[in-house]
């Protein structure tokens, strides 16, 4: 019995062992779980913490890193990440914080290319899941519906598929420059939850505007359409 009780204790000492983002995001922890990531690539940088995602860049490979404080990252580092695996209000996240153990690790420049994942509004608007921190690039034509609020805030709706709707968030993205009506080709940012929605957070100049204005006359649902390809 002493001999089982000293390896279960030497077992409890040793660091978890590394995994990947995508089993993060498809159930392979249970909440409080500690998790170590290696190799990741950030994406993206707020105050408090950062986005990061596996190379190659796909469906659940991305996620959000909370470190309370300024992370000490920038976009394209490649890091090693321990923390707790926790859904903060269902948005799923690495907390590094709360962690005793946990740490993040700057390893160099990542020396490849994260491209953004393309999906449409119709998609997230279906299952947005698979894309929850991750890295996207949103290909609809977007016609802008609700002005920025006092939030930074604003919606667009598909010209692909019409009665589908996208929230926008400001953080990196100059709101003063959206009015009603803008029209987008393409808008890429990282995709976070908070306050029940998922929402795309542009990245700085990152919406691909275009003119949508038309003339008088009448035009079909197909012209208009083809005015975002």
């Known amino acids: 019995m002493k001999l ?40 993206g940088v707020r105050y408090n913490g950062f986005f990061m995602t ?3 860049n796909a469906p659940y490979a991305g996620v959000w890193v909370f470190t ?6 920038t976009v394209g580092q490649l890091v090693n990440v321990a923390g707790l695996y926790e859904e903060y209000y269902n948005f799923t996240e690495i907390n590094v914080f709360t962690d005793p153990t946990g740490y993040v690790t700057v390893l160099g420049e990542h020396m490849g290319a994260i491209y953004p994942l393309p999906v449409t509004v119709a998609e997230l608007a279906a299952a947005a899941e698979p894309y929850e921190g991750c890295f996207i690039m949103v290909t609809d034509g977007m016609i802008v ?30 709101d003063t420059t959206v009015h009603l009506g803008d029209c987008y ?37 197909g012209e208009i359409k083809a005015l975002f390809k």
């Open 4 to 43: 089982l009780v000293t390896a279960l204790l030497l077992l409890a000492a040793l660091p978890a062992a590394a995994g990947t983002i995508i089993d993060l995001q498809t159930g392979a922890y249970t909440i409080g779980a500690e998790v170590v990531v290696n190799g990741a690539v950030v994406t």
């Open 54 to 56: 596996e190379d190659p």
């Open 68 to 73: 309370s404080t300024a992370p000490g990252v």
């Open 145 to 174: 519906t609700t002005a920025p609020n006092s939030y930074g805030e604003w919606q667009v709706e598909s010209y692909e598929s019409p009665g589908q709707f996208l929230l926008m968030d400001d953080y990196w993205y100059d």
């Open 185 to 221: 080709n393409s808008a890429t940012g990282m995709l976070a939850f908070s306050f029940g929605t998922f929402r795309l957070e542009p990245i700085a100049n990152a919406i691909c505007l275009t003119d949508c204005t038309v003339g008088n006359e009448d035009l079909s649902f």
